[in-house]
């Protein structure tokens, strides 16, 4: 039964990640005036404000020990939204409840997750600086914006979703 438990919070653990990062930390949430295009100073800005969370101490880089306390506290996090009743245990109901979320009911949605969790620490010395920590967000965001306006568009960001879909998160824009 323990095993089980365990288990079934690991997978709903990575289920929720995978939903809350994308409702967090994707491009729509940067849009802070929420007129569904997404500038490259609207971006600076909401990187910025990850960057700050996560460097606990502020001295400008995010260590192993600050990743290690940022990812437990999102953990808490996802299991106290997913204990509904909160008694600290997952019913089969809240557990359905979450599948039913991400897979749809009686069905399989989504498929492999890739690179969320690429190494960011680019120059390997054990800490990651805000230059690091932007380069990814910069460079996904010089792919999406396929006019290079430094704008990102809905209709821009959708495309690049579509594609992500169709053909995984390596492919090249057309």
């Given at each position: 039964?323990?095993?089980?438990?365990?288990?079934?919070?690991?997978?709903?653990?990575?289920?929720?990640?995978?939903?809350?990062?994308?409702?967090?930390?994707?491009?729509?949430?940067?849009?802070?005036?929420?007129?569904?295009?997404?500038?490259?100073?609207?971006?600076?800005?909401?990187?910025?404000?990850?960057?700050?969370?996560?460097?606990?101490?502020?001295?400008?880089?995010?260590?192993?020990?600050?990743?290690?306390?940022?990812?437990a506290d999102r953990r808490a996090e996802r299991f106290a939204k997913l204990d509904t009743d909160g008694n600290g245990s997952l019913s089969p109901e809240e557990f359905q409840v979450q599948t039913?979320?991400?897979?749809?009911?009686?069905?399989?949605?989504?498929?492999?997750?890739?690179?969320?969790?690429?190494?960011?620490?680019?120059?390997?010395?054990?800490?990651?600086?805000?230059?690091?920590?932007?380069?990814?967000?910069?460079?996904?965001?010089?792919?999406?914006?396929?006019?290079?306006?430094?704008?990102?568009?809905?209709?821009?960001?959708?495309?690049?979703?579509?594609?992500?879909?169709?053909?995984?998160?390596?492919?090249?824009?057309?």
């Amino acid at each position: 039964m323990k095993k089980t438990l365990i288990l079934t919070t690991a997978l709903i653990s990575f289920v929720a990640s995978s939903i809350a990062f994308a409702q967090s930390h994707g491009m729509k949430a940067a849009d802070t005036n929420n007129d569904g295009n997404l500038t490259r100073a609207e971006l600076s800005a909401h990187v910025g404000k990850r960057f700050a969370k996560l460097d606990k101490d502020g001295d400008g880089s995010i260590t192993k020990e600050e990743r290690k306390v940022a990812r437990a506290d999102r953990r808490a996090e996802r299991f106290a939204k997913l204990d509904t009743d909160g008694n600290g245990s997952l019913s089969p109901e809240e557990f359905q409840v979450q599948t039913d979320k991400y897979h749809g009911k009686g069905g399989k949605k989504g498929g492999k997750h890739h690179g969320r969790h690429a190494k960011l620490d680019a120059n390997k010395d054990g800490v990651i600086d805000k230059a690091e920590f932007e380069a990814r967000a910069f460079k996904r965001f010089d792919r999406i914006d396929t006019n290079n306006d430094d704008v990102v568009s809905a209709e821009e960001r959708q495309a690049a979703y579509a594609k992500h879909k169709k053909h995984g998160p390596k492919a090249k824009p057309e």
